[in-house]
């Protein structure tokens, strides 16, 4: 289950980067948030 959630962030990532006039913040950020889910303080800050 991480490692979906690890695509769809990263795949977020990649696209926002390569046009990042269609990016969509808040589309990253719910992305970001469901891949923090469930890890700890470190781990979170870590990535």
Same mark, same amino acid.
Request: with cysteine; net charge negative.
């Given at each position: ?5 690890? =695509?769809d962030f990263a795949s977020?990532?990649?696209?926002? =980067? &390569?046009?990042?006039? /269609?990016? &969509?913040i808040s589309l990253m950020?719910?992305?970001? &948030? *469901?891949?923090? *889910? ?5 781990? /979170?800050?870590?990535?």
């Open positions: 289950m991480y490692q979906q959630l690890e =695509l977020a990532l990649a696209s926002a =980067l &390569d046009e990042p006039e /269609q990016a &969509d950020c719910a992305s970001l &948030d *469901q891949h923090l *889910q469930g890890r700890s303080p470190h781990e /979170q800050l870590s990535f």
